[in-house]
């Protein structure tokens, strides 16, 4: 996909972050935009500043993604209304810091919904559309903490390690079918963006210093890594690594294999909120799925 003028580009978390920063990038080259995001009036807000900027067309939807049933009927809007679909980037996410043990299941099976089963549901409704396209790319979103296990970080890694797994292998079978659909998975570093501050902590943990820690860390702006990532599209790129921070670790990983557990541990015992296990029990300052 050379050129996005004129494509039909489908972007989950919309409202703000990464995603809105692809509507963004995406408008200034003509696309045309269908943007969700579970904040109506968020994404509301990315279409129309999106037309401002150059945006052929936009239409804003409501999308809760851990719902199935209203990501299947979003993408069957979708396709009927722009008549086809050329890109879709399955970007809606959430965080949550708890260890294992502190960890509440319900919290443990919404950030699951939103951050794996939502990827697993834009895949699947929207694979039918592309492939009565000519020009056609699924981008996924992982994160650093997709290559490697993080304390307190379990629930997300758990889950961007599942996207990255679905998605290599939804590769491989697009590859073998000749399905002319490419597919790429994102692994972001910090990114600037309002996760942290939507996030869900154990009890005891102060959300707000967490989202502060979280700052101080993301040293890339949502800004570039839309094009680190569409710049990753245009070249057709299995892996895309955004920020100086993923190429470390995934350098790190690949040279050092579980030997940079040892340094992660030294970090985390620095920065990382870990003490003994308290009462499982959490505070939810919201809920919000944007990337």
């Known amino acids: 996909m050379q050129d996005f003028a004129g494509k039909v580009a489908a972007i989950t978390g919309a409202g703000s972050g990464i995603g809105r920063a692809l509507a963004y990038e995406l408008a200034r080259y003509g696309a045309r935009l269908a943007l969700s995001d579970i904040d109506e009036d968020a994404v509301r807000e990315t279409a129309a500043l999106a037309l401002k900027q150059g945006a052929s067309e936009t239409v804003a ?9 209203a990501v299947q009927a979003w993408a069957d809007e979708t396709a009927g209304y722009f008549g086809t679909v050329n890109l879709v980037v399955n970007n809606a996410g959430v965080a949550l810091t708890a260890t294992v043990e502190e960890m509440e299941w319900d919290d443990f ?23 009565r396209s000519r020009d056609a790319h699924i981008v996924n979103i992982s994160s650093v903490f997709g290559l490697m296990g993080i304390p307190t970080q379990s629930a997300y890694c758990a889950a961007k390690y599942a996207v990255r797994g679905f998605t290599e292998s939804l590769r491989q079978e697009m590859r073998m079918s000749n399905s002319g659909i490419r597919v790429t998975t994102v692994h972001p570093g910090g990114i600037k963006t309002n996760i942290a501050r939507s996030a869900r902590a154990a009890q005891g943990l102060d959300a707000g210093e967490l989202a502060v820690s979280f700052d101080r860390l ?74």
């Open 61 to 69: 939807t409501r999308v809760d993604v851990s719902d199935r049933h």
């Open 218 to 291: 993301a040293r890339t702006s949502p800004d570039r890594a839309a094009r680190i990532i569409l710049r990753g599209v245009k070249h057709n790129r299995a892996r895309v690594f955004v920020g100086p921070d993923a190429t470390a670790i995934d350098i790190g990983q690949r040279a050092l294999g579980v030997g940079l557990e040892t340094l992660v541990r030294r970090f985390a015992g620095r920065s990382l909120p870990l003490g003994p296990a308290r009462p499982a029990a959490t505070t939810r300052p919201g809920t919000k799925s944007a990337g």
């Open 109 to 131: 099976e919404w950030l699951m919904g939103i951050n794996f089963w939502g990827v697993a549901y834009g895949t699947k409704a929207f694979l039918p559309h592309l492939r």
